[in-house]
């Protein structure tokens, strides 16, 4: 689309504290992956909690939904061309939620990946839909990131809806309506 | 504490926040109108960041005072006209194009970050304290606009031309980055060294600049005391303190 003027879109994963798995967040446009990882901090992070976020190039990611995988062609089930690498497996589960990050497997291929993870986790997590990507195309961002990346929001009451009166403050101006 | 020495901390507190608001507002004129919805909420973001840091900055100085920090803050933001106003003139200059906005705040972030380096070794603990806990957000302010700046400076011609065109415009206002007000001998007793944050900012920023294939202008420094101010803060004024004063007396 010659006259789409837009960035590239980043898919962003956001890990709430140590050890929680990444969570599909949303996404952020981006000139590139460095920018996508301080835009993802500014859409996503301004509120607490965050430790960590990972920003994907979107169309870096594979992905199928339940109703797609009963269509999909399994074959070639072993593509040995490719250099094996690490993928990141998410899930979507069936009952409401986020891509969910369930871990990683060794591939040479998205769909390999994909057939990999299903033969692992299928059964254990039954998914609405799956995303896989190589790890490397991940930009993470770091521990000593943390203290000027996340930790200021959590002091910053005033960004939180909670910290404001509104709706007290409209129910007492409506009072004399109703009065009179 | 020693009058003289109460005097240059007012003095040097009220500079320090007045920066931070006069650059915060300016930040919040992009809300609505940065290229992208991505910058747009970045810029808020920057502007909630360096507002807090001048409302951290008054709260040190309503303490110095003993005064209720809320109304004394509101009354360093709302009532006081530009001849009041302490500054320096780079933060006031209207937003100009992406290129100026991000020169300027890459310019005035690295400052800063050398400037809270010197207060935060200062021996007036409440000085040193908000100097620490304002410079890890700046550390994140530096790192958005020296990205910016390295793909405005080696993007486009286009693009460089216009980052280039901020610098020549700017670099004469730098001089006034690291001037504070009050007596030498004072801040040097509130262990305050303001030459030394001017050398270690010079020693990374012109090496940065020349990264960004910029080239810094030749010419006078412009010198300028923080009384002095340019026709644009008046204007800035009125806008940020018209609602304030339609009702002195109302709650907010």
């Known amino acids: ?180 | 504490m020693d009058n003289h020495l109460k005097n240059t901390l007012r003095e040097l507190l009220v500079a320090l926040a007045d920066d931070e608001l006069i650059l915060g507002h300016r930040d919040s004129e992009w809300c609505g109108h940065a290229p992208i919805l991505e910058e747009d909420i970045a810029f808020a973001n920057l502007a909630l960041d360096e507002i807090g840091h001048a409302n951290l900055w008054y709260s040190v100085l309503a303490d110095l005072e003993e005064a209720d920090r809320q109304s004394f803050v509101d009354r360093m933001v709302y009532w006081r006209d530009a001849p009041d106003f302490r500054n320096i003139q780079m933060v006031e200059l209207p937003n100009g194009d992406w290129a100026f906005s991000m020169l300027r705040h890459y310019v005035f972030d690295s400052a800063e970050i050398e400037r809270l380096n010197v207060l935060a070794e200062s021996v007036f603990p409440p000085l040193a304290e908000t100097a620490a806990k304002i410079r890890t957000e700046e550390y994140y302010h530096l790192r958005h606009t020296r990205l910016w700046l390295r793909r405005l400076g080696l993007g486009t011609a286009e693009s460089r031309q216009r980052l280039q065109a901020a610098l020549d415009q700017l670099w004469p206002y730098t001089g006034q980055l690291f001037e504070m007000p009050g007596e030498p001998d004072h801040l040097f007793a509130l262990g305050i060294k303001m030459d030394q944050a001017s050398l270690s900012w010079e020693a990374q920023v012109i090496p940065f600049l020349g990264e960004c294939q910029l080239i810094l202008p030749a010419g006078a420094e412009r010198l300028l005391n923080r009384q002095e101010h340019s026709r644009h803060l008046p204007i800035l004024l009125a806008e940020m303190q018209s609602v304030a004063r339609l009702d002195p007396e109302a709650e907010w």
């Open chain 1, 1 to 180: 689309m010659p006259d789409d003027t837009q960035w590239s879109r980043f898919q962003v994963f956001v890990q709430v504290k140590p050890g929680a798995p990444f969570l599909d967040y949303g996404s952020v446009h981006a000139p590139d992956l460095e920018l996508a990882l301080l835009n993802a901090r500014d859409v996503f992070a301004r509120r607490p909690d965050c430790v960590a976020m990972w920003v994907v190039p979107a169309e870096g990611i594979f992905s199928k939904t339940v109703q797609e995988l009963q269509d999909w062609d399994s074959a070639p089930a072993w593509d040995n061309a490719g250099n094996r690498e690490t993928y990141h497996v998410f899930a979507k589960p069936m009952h409401a939620g986020a891509q969910t990050l369930l871990g990683q497997v060794e591939a040479s291929s998205p769909e390999q990946a994909l057939r990999l993870a299903l033969e692992r986790y299928e059964n254990k997590k039954p998914a609405f839909a799956w995303w896989v990507f190589p790890a490397r195309l991940a930009l993470s961002s770091q521990v000593e990131d943390i203290p000027s990346l996340y930790a200021p929001a959590r002091e910053k009451n005033f960004r939180l809806s909670t910290d404001y009166k509104t709706i007290t403050a409209m129910r007492e101006l409506r009072q004399p309506d109703k009065d009179g």
